[in-house]
């Protein structure tokens, strides 16, 4: 499997890209990161197509859009998604996280999966962290390793 996270802005130094660094090598799977940097005036559509096609060219068969108004998984089910996925044989998964702005609501439609972390607002560079985080735990569902006790 090869996970990519295509996202919106630029990280800082700190424990966000610490701890996805960590998430990032535990996972078996490949994870990678590619960055967005949303040119000044940038609407929120461009830069939503921007990270489309970033997951495009990188050999994304299936793409996730992170976004507030998406569908709340649990862990269990995140991860019965995509080992589906995988399963059927799309062995590239694109997440798409939005920089400050967020995503495009109508753009959204593209995505082959909306998912949401809950109602709350998560700034977009802890955002990378939860979802490395939670790829890694869907890997541990799939593989019955002891990480995930749910």
Sequence with gaps: MRLIVAAGGKWAKGP???L????????????????????????????TTLLFD???????HRIVALDESGRTFSSPE???RIGAWRDGGDQHIGFIIGGHAG?????LKQADAVLSF???TWPHLLMRTLLAEQLYRAWAILN???YHHG
């Design 103 to 107: 995503l495009d609501k109508a753009m």
């Design 54 to 60: 970033l997951c495009k060219k990188a050999g994304a």
């Design 144 to 146: 019955r390793h002891p």
């Design 16 to 18: 966000e890209r610490e």
């Design 78 to 80: 995140l991860a019965e």
């Design 20 to 47: 996805f660094a960590l998430y990032a090598e535990r996972l078996p799977w490949e994870l990678s990161l590619l960055e967005a940097r949303a040119k000044p005036g940038m609407t929120p559509a461009e830069e």
């Design 118 to 120: 809950g109602r709350v």
